[in-house]
């Protein structure tokens, strides 16, 4: 089985960075694709970072020069760095990861913008 557990969430002011991490059990390098979703209330889930094995990076256009995804692949972890934030960033944000097995989740980690 595989599990992916998100930490890092939390309540910050509009402005503010939180570091989500994404912990897998077993190798990332294992997953050809791998990105961060956030589901905010009354909303669909919506792609907002990703990047494959290929090293290729994507991002919504909503947090285009604020969000970074990065990963540590002798920890088994991604990151999603968030800058600026602002209050319509407040969601849910769950990892995904998807290999030749199928697609997982994680949980979930709450993320509130708020002053």
């Known amino acids: 089985q595989v599990q992916l557990v998100e930490s890092g969430g939390g309540l910050v002011q509009p402005g503010g960075s939180l570091r989500l991490s994404c912990a897998a059990s077993?190798?990332?390098?294992?997953?050809?694709?791998m990105g961060w979703y956030c589901q905010a209330p009354g909303k669909q889930r919506e792609l907002v970072a990703s990047f494959t094995s290929g090293s290729s990076t994507d991002y919504a256009d909503s947090v285009k020069g604020r969000f970074t995804i990065s990963r540590d692949n002798a920890k088994n972890t991604v990151y999603l760095q968030m800058n600026s934030l602002k209050p319509e960033d407040t969601a849910i944000y769950y990892c995904?990861?998807?290999?030749?097995?199928?697609?997982?989740w994680g949980q979930g980690t709450q993320v509130t913008v708020s002053s």
């Open positions: 077993g190798s990332i390098f294992t997953f050809y694709f």
């Open positions: 995904h990861a998807r290999g030749r097995n199928g697609g997982y």
